[in-house]
Nanobody, 123 residues
């Protein structure tokens, strides 16, 4: 079992930055692929980024490539999402998720989910 808790969301102006954190419980955190997803009002949940268990391999949605950076600290059981050059279209609830496989970009295939943290980008 893995329990996930996101934090770091908030209100930011366009062009600004935020760093999201996802703290995980469970001794096997370091063996999981970790992903970030987001869901805007009235839209389906979409893939944002993923990082392999080692932290050496990452993958991004085209919409955030070059602006967002996913990282992890296995010693702290935490995964991060650094978001720079934020745009109004980045406004959404952001969720972290864990899965035992690589590479999974479909939300329904992830095993564990956090409760989400809200990000609002004002233009």
């Amino acid at each position: 079992q893995v329990q996930l808790v996101e934090s770091g969301g908030g209100l930011v102006q366009a062009g600004g930055s935020l760093r999201l954190s996802c703290a995980a419980s469970g001794r096997t955190f370091s063996s999981y692929t970790m992903g970030w997803f987001r869901q805007a009002p009235g839209k389906e949940r979409e893939f944002v980024a993923a990082i392999k268990w080692s932290g050496r391999i990452t993958y991004y949605a085209d919409s955030v490539k070059g602006r967002f950076t996913i990282s992890r600290d296995n010693a702290k059981n935490t995964v991060y999402l650094q978001m720079n050059s934020l745009k109004s279209e980045d406004t959404a609830d952001y969720y972290c998720a864990a899965d035992s496989r690589w590479l999974v970009v479909i939300p329904d295939e992830y095993d564990y989910w956090g409760q989400g943290t809200q990000v609002t980008v004002s233009s």
